[in-house]
T-cell receptor, first 114, second 111 residues
Framework: DAKTTQPPSMDCAEGRAANLPCNHS???????VYWYRQIHSQGPQYIIH???NNETNEMASLIITEDRKSSTLILPHATLRDTAVYYC???????????????FGQGTELSVKP | SQTIHQWPATLVQPVGSPLSLECTVE??????LYWYRQAAGRGLQLLFY??????ISSEVPQNLSASRPQDRQFILSSKKLLLSDSGFYLC??????????FGSGTRLTVV
């Protein structure tokens, strides 16, 4: 079973920041938080991941609370092309741990509206 | 650069017919490979994963099987398809520390 909980859906106005929350209260000390998104009828796309520090790349920012029990993915200026299902996943980074498999939950369906 | 190829993109097969979906990876060696299925929109279900040639781990009992005959080749098969095998099948590998790269997927409809 997935170890994360996310709201099933969210709306965001185009050009505004989209803040997607994720709860992972049972996260272990060696587990990372990963975010992926899936645009309709395509394979999921990696966005970002982090352990305990906040992370930023060209796509998004990841804010992890100090107790690591929750995190927020931030898309700073959402566009219509950001409409997708966003998945938050926790897992150990080591490939030796059960092959590094990802267990997906239901994700959050983000709709960016003009 | 590393790439992942998956084919065919769409497939319509009758109930009881065999299935073979192929996934190949380029630009890397000894990758961990995965097969996922997505039915009815959301919810990716991990079916199989492989950490090396001939090494297959099955996540859920089902009508499907997987094989890894070569280092960068991962095959999903069935001897007799069921209606419930319909779905969107995705192959993936780990391209960086924990970051999966997914193929473009095969949409299978069993009729």
């Amino acid at each position: 079973d997935a170890k994360t909980t996310q709201p099933p859906s969210m709306d965001c106005a185009e050009g505004r920041a989209a803040n997607l929350p994720c709860n992972h209260s049972t996260i272990s000390g060696n587990e990372y938080v990963y975010w992926y998104r899936q645009i309709h009828s395509q394979g999921p796309q990696y966005i970002i991941h982090g352990l305990k520090n906040n992370e930023t790349n060209e796509m998004a920012s990841l804010i992890i609370t100090e107790d690591r029990k929750s995190s927020t993915l931030i898309l700073p200026h959402a566009t219509l092309r950001d409409t997708a299902v966003y998945y938050c996943i926790v897992r150990v980074a080591s490939l030796n741990n059960q092959g590094g498999k990802l267990i997906f939950g239901q994700g959050t369906e983000l709709s960016v509206k003009p | 650069s590393q790439t992942i190829h998956q084919w065919p993109a769409t497939l319509v097969q009758p109930v009881g017919s065999p299935l073979s979906l192929e996934c190949t990876v380029e630009g890397t060696s000894n990758p961990n490979l995965y097969w996922y299925r997505q039915a009815a929109g959301r919810g990716l279900q991990l079916l199989f994963y492989s950490v090396g040639i001939g090494q297959i781990s099955s996540e859920v009992p089902q009508n499907l099987s997987a094989s890894r005959p070569q280092d960068r080749q991962f095959i999903l098969s069935s001897k007799k398809l069921l209606l419930s095998d319909s779905g969107f099948y995705l192959c993936a590998w780990i391209g960086m520390v924990g970051g999966y790269t997914f193929g473009s997927g095969t949409r299978l409809t069993v009729v």
